[in-house]
């Protein structure tokens, strides 16, 4: 090569949230992976309302790797702002991506108004960018300009969610992959991540980069027990859930539950509207399940329902939950407690000693939530100081991110070629301590990249 390939990291590192990567070749084409909202932290707002520090009309297309807000939540702004290129997903990613981001409007809408200011897109900006959003099934190649071929690799995060194999053309090709956030494999509904393979780059997510997870076994336990204690004690159960496979992976252990008479009947709700459009499209997408999953199905099994089990859809049903007199179980968005239906169910629930809210996902610095994970014994809600006397689990064994053993054994599915890890997705300390492992364990050299520095590959 004349001039090296540059990969530059925008937003998404220091950081779990907010996957923004260019990456730039000898012939100039730029292509992005990712576009996502910065959530959770206190300048999150600050910062997705600044300019992209990129030319947006030099991009020669965007790739997305999944559906999720923290990668694909700042698109309309990029289109907003002068973006005309083509965007690229698998198809669920797209169908996903189209129910998040129409959800998001009202949203920031809400958020902006707390802050006097504008919000950084509305309705029409959102519809804007599905005219230009191509799909590609896993597994086949597409070109991008003249010299990049981009291949969509199985993640096993979320459905439809991609690790992007890029090659960059040349006397000697280079390959780089990016994982977007890896699936906590063997996941419940789906399939494993899968292998890095042949490549001579690699940026991986780092969310759990310092932490392992219970095991299957032992998240089934603590998920159960939280269940029985709080229905003996007459208690609501309350689950922050994400919409997106977190509620689907929780309604499918549920449904085992109940058909096998492991907990007693109670009604279950899922007040989320994304979450019951999610599962719907869920289903439509078995495909794209494990074998095992499939195999359940093909008997005759509806796995994401069962007796007593609502979805609830309207603001009045939402309301209406919390005057059911008696145990019950509800999950409810979001996932980190930033918004969404939950905070008004932890706000009834949280100050009474029977009732059990369950953290079954990471929980952003600054988010709701995380003050919750982490012990607080008073908080605020919509103005109001609240006691927290309910009972606060965490159980991260249901998250749909890889832990650190599983990162590190990710990577050593690489070939020898892999010159260079990029650790990418994750809290400073998390980022760190897995690029030192990998650098320790499997000798291959790793970092935390700087956030807008170019890196020369």
Not at 36 to 60: C, K, W
Not at 197 to 220: A, F, P, T, W
Not at 360 to 370: E, I, L
Request: with cysteine.
């Amino acid at each position: 090569m004349n001039s090296p390939v540059k990969v530059s990291f925008h937003s998404g590192v220091g950081s779990v949230t907010g996957a923004n990567f260019l990456l730039e070749t000898q012939k100039g084409t730029q292509i992005l992976i990712d576009c996502g909202l910065v959530q959770g932290e206190r300048v999150a707002m600050q910062e997705n309302h600044q300019p992209f520090v990129y030319d947006r009309t030099s991009i020669s297309a965007l790739i997305i790797t999944h559906a999720h807000l923290d990668h694909v939540g700042r698109i309309p702004k990029l289109v907003k702002e002068g973006y005309t290129g083509p965007i690229y997903s698998t198809p669920e990613t797209k169908e996903l991506a189209e129910l998040v981001l129409t959800d998001a409007v009202s949203i920031l809408a809400m958020e902006a108004r707390q802050q006097s200011i504008d919000p950084i897109y509305e309705a029409e900006d959102v519809q804007a960018v599905f005219a230009a959003w191509k799909t590609i099934p896993y597994h086949q190649a597409f070109p991008i300009g003249s010299d990049i071929s981009i291949l969509f690799k199985d993640a096993g995060h979320i459905l439809g969610s991609a690790m992007i194999e890029v090659t960059v053309k040349g006397e000697a090709d280079t390959k780089i992959l990016f994982t977007g956030d890896l699936g906590n494999s063997p996941a419940p509904l789906l399939r494993d991540s899968e292998s890095v393979g042949d490549v001579d780059y690699l940026v991986i997510e780092s969310v759990y980069g310092d932490r392992n997870h219970e095991s299957r076994e032992q998240r089934s336990a603590v998920f159960k027990k939280a269940i029985t204690d709080t229905i003996a004690r007459g208690g609501t159960l309350v689950i922050p859930a994400f919409s997106l496979d977190r509620t689907q992976v929780l309604l499918y252990e549920l449904n085992n539950l109940v058909e096998r008479n492991e907990i007693p009947s109670v009604p279950v709700y899922i007040d989320s509207p994304m979450a019951t459009k999610a599962t719907e499209i869920y289903r439509s997408g078995k495909s794209l399940f494990n074998d095992a999953i499939q195999e359940q199905i093909a008997r005759g099994d509806d796995i994401f329902n069962f007796p007593r089990l609502q979805y609830t859809i309207s603001q009045n049903e939402s309301r209406d939950i919390d005057h059911m007199k008696g145990a019950k179980i509800i999950l409810a968005g979001s996932g980190m407690s930033v918004g969404g239906r939950v905070v008004a169910h932890e706000e009834k629930y949280l100050p009474h000693a029977e009732n059990t809210v369950l953290l079954v996902g990471y929980q952003s610095v600054g988010s709701f939530g995380r003050r919750l994970a982490d012990g607080a014994k008073k908080v605020t809600l919509h103005g109001r100081e609240i006691e927290v006397k309910a009972k606060v689990m965490t159980l991260y064994g249901y998250s749909a991110h890889r832990d650190s053993d599983h990162l590190i054994a990710s990577v050593s599915t690489a070939t020898k070629r892999l010159k260079k890890v990029f650790v990418v997705m994750g809290e400073p300390g998390a980022s760190m301590h897995l690029a030192q492992r990998i650098n320790d364990e499997l000798g291959v050299h790793a970092l935390m990249p700087e956030k807008d520095k170019p890196y020369e590959l």
